[in-house]
């Protein structure tokens, strides 16, 4: 009788484990909700890279503005503040419309305000169980991103690629 209740015992441990699933885990390299990657150019030599001053960009819709430096608290302005030739801007993936004000030079004498407004239609893509759904973007107004040019700062934006799949590549650049 001892024996039975051993291999009983046994095979209940052994049948328990046997219907247990892998955690569902998302991995970090797993492929999320793109960003369209934005890259900035001298006016004057359109094959230069060329950094921007302080920008800040702001989505107007929920003003929420774009983190630089994730180091800085939230407090310190200089957290807002791009110095860079290349910059991920995240587009909404509720609605087919995204708007934001890039200010250059911000709280200087030569503040300039523009406003690109980017118009897509969504795809979601099941990822996994784990990870979800991720949203890839088709820029619907490549030609009309910004109002008539020269606008305040920016001179001229050339569309790369208007399918928004990953962030491999660059998919905007301005030229100022």
């Given at each position: 009788?001892?024996?039975?209740s051993l291999i009983l015992l046994v095979l209940v441990t052994i049948f328990s484990f046997w219907n247990c699933e892998k955690d569902d885990i998302c991995a970090e390299t797993t492929p999320t909700t793109p960003r369209v990657v934005l890259e900035f150019y001298d006016i004057t030599d359109p094959t230069t890279l060329k950094s921007v001053t302080d920008l800040?960009?702001?989505?107007?819709?929920t003003n929420t503005?774009?983190?630089a430096n994730t180091?800085?608290?939230?407090?310190?302005?200089?957290?807002?503040l791009f110095n860079a030739n290349k910059i991920y801007l995240p587009l909404q993936t509720t609605v087919n419309t995204s708007v934001f004000n890039f200010t250059l030079n911000q709280g200087g004498a030569n503040e300039k305000i523009d406003v690109l407004t980017f118009s897509y239609d969504r795809s979601e893509i099941f990822v996994s169980r784990a990870c979800g759904y991720k949203t890839n973007f088709e820029i619907t107004n490549?030609?009309?991103l910004i109002?008539?040019?020269?606008?305040?700062?920016i001179q001229a934006?050339?569309?790369q690629k208007t399918t928004i799949d990953n962030e491999n590549e660059v998919h905007i650049k301005i030229f100022f």
């Open positions: 009788m001892k024996k039975l800040v960009i702001e989505e107007t819709t503005k774009l983190v180091s800085l608290p939230t407090d310190n302005t200089n957290r807002y490549p030609n009309q109002g008539p040019l020269p606008a305040n700062w934006i050339n569309v």
